[in-house]
């Protein structure tokens, strides 16, 4: 199935582009309270504060070179040339946007998008290193995943690079803006080790639950509208889409979190007797971010079963990272966005119906590189960092919490106690 082509005004397109690129935004909004409300009281000001340091890194940092790497269909990049053929692997952009017209043409629309889309892809890893990831230490990594991580692999999907040489489609960042951030969170669990108490001498993990789930719940309208914004804007600008396709990409988007919800609700009321809140609203978001990639290729049916896979995915991934894998991620974030962003990857080749006969094998590429290239990369070049510049805080900071530590007060003082502050050690 196609992209609807209706005729439209000059520059209908591009104005409907610019003004859903504005909604991306909301839904790092949305993440950001999240991350605050799945931690615990004594580290929400951080999470916050994080939030808005780690955006900061990652647009300054996408502004000085993540650009120059990644570009625009159509303008210089570097190719190599094997079996007699000419392969795109990164853009030739000059540095700090120089050259590029900032109008309303697709090129300029397009860096806005991926600049909003970059911050976005930042936020992910906050989630999976709450609590334990010192301020400057995640604005550093930042750096890394928006100046070179994210900017290359992007180019690969969107800037015409290799993977779009092949077919690969990817309409709002299922794998280049999810699963990016997703393996870099997975990353970030791994170098910082989990929590102080979180595992007892047997394995066995202890339950943290955040603090605040109307902050969490609260954040999940947030995250729709910017999905909106960033599914509607991605299939206009990077996929080649018509705004008489907008209405599908909406439905679709919709129908998958409602669906991710739902499964999620229906999984824990018969594992657990009751549905959990924290895991409905990871349920909510991982509809969205597996509905990205495919949203403007699939009939709304398969939307909602795409949506209802990612919420059950959801559930067993987090469940098994932190029993099994003995990996600590406070807010779900990997599981959420790495596990639902390669499945919405994986799901445009399943159900989609495009040009390319073979689209499965496409997309399948797109995820070996992702697990065989972009997981390595980031994980190095986080592990590097941490090793010049030690990215876990200080064992005082594990016992009383962040907020005090790094920020010298809470983000509560007059309403709570850190009763677990007391804990007999």
């Given at each position: 199935m196609t992209l609807a082509k209706a005729p439209e005004l000059p520059g209908m397109s591009e104005a409907l582009g610019g003004a859903l690129v504005l909604l991306v935004p909301l839904a790092g909004a949305g993440l950001a309270l999240m991350n605050a409300g799945l931690g615990r009281s004594r580290s929400a000001a951080h999470a916050m504060l994080g939030s808005v340091c780690v955006i900061a890194a990652a647009v300054l940092s996408y502004f000085v070179c993540g650009w120059s790497w990644q570009g625009f269909p159509g303008l210089p990049a570097h190719t190599v040339t094997l079996a007699g053929r000419s392969w795109n692997w990164i853009a030739a952009e000059p540095f700090f946007l120089r050259g590029l017209p900032l109008d309303g043409s697709p090129a300029a629309?397009?860096?806005?998008?991926?600049?909003?889309?970059?911050?976005?892809?930042?936020?992910?890893?906050?989630?999976?290193?709450?609590?334990?990831?010192?301020?400057?230490?995640?604005?550093?990594?930042?750096?890394?995943?928006?100046?070179?991580?994210?900017?290359?692999?992007?180019?690969?999907?969107w800037g015409g690079g290799w993977l779009a040489q092949i077919g690969l489609l990817d309409a709002g960042g299922s794998g280049t803006i999810q699963a990016v951030g997703g393996l870099t969170a997975l990353s970030i669990a791994w170098i910082l080790g989990p929590r102080q108490g979180k595992y007892d001498a047997e394995g066995v993990p202890a339950a943290f639950p955040g603090h605040n789930a109307v902050l969490v719940l609260f954040a999940c309208f947030l995250t729709w509208l910017g999905w909106l914004g960033l599914n509607g804007a991605g299939s206009l600008l990077l996929a080649g889409g018509a705004a008489a396709g907008l209405v599908r990409v909406a439905m679709n988007t919709t129908l998958s979190a409602a669906a991710g919800v739902l499964a999620v609700a229906a999984v824990t009321r018969i594992r657990f007797g009751r549905p959990d809140a924290s895991l409905c609203a990871n349920g909510w978001t991982a509809g969205l971010v597996a509905s990205s990639a495919a949203c403007a290729w699939i009939a709304p049916a398969e939307a909602a079963l795409i949506g209802a896979i990612a919420g059950v995915l959801v559930v067993f991934s987090v469940e098994w990272l932190d029993a099994r894998g003995r990996i600590d991620d406070p807010a779900g974030a990997i599981s959420v966005h790495g596990a639902g962003g390669l499945w919405g990857l994986l799901a445009l080749g399943i159900f989609a119906r495009t040009p390319l006969r073979n689209q499965w094998l496409a997309q399948l590429a797109g995820v070996a590189a992702l697990l065989l290239f972009v997981l390595p990369m980031t994980y190095s070049l986080n592990w590097l960092l941490n090793r010049f510049y030690p990215q876990r805080v200080a064992a005082e900071a594990d016992l009383h919490g962040p907020d005090l530590y790094e920020l010298g007060a809470g983000a509560y003082p007059e309403f709570v106690t850190r009763r677990d502050d007391f804990r007999p050690r």
């Open positions: 629309l397009a860096a806005c998008l991926q600049m909003f889309s970059v911050a976005l892809a930042a936020l992910i890893p906050l989630g999976a290193g709450s609590e334990r990831w010192r301020l400057g230490a995640s604005c550093a990594s930042t750096a890394l995943l928006a100046g070179w991580t994210y900017p290359l692999f992007a180019h690969w999907v």
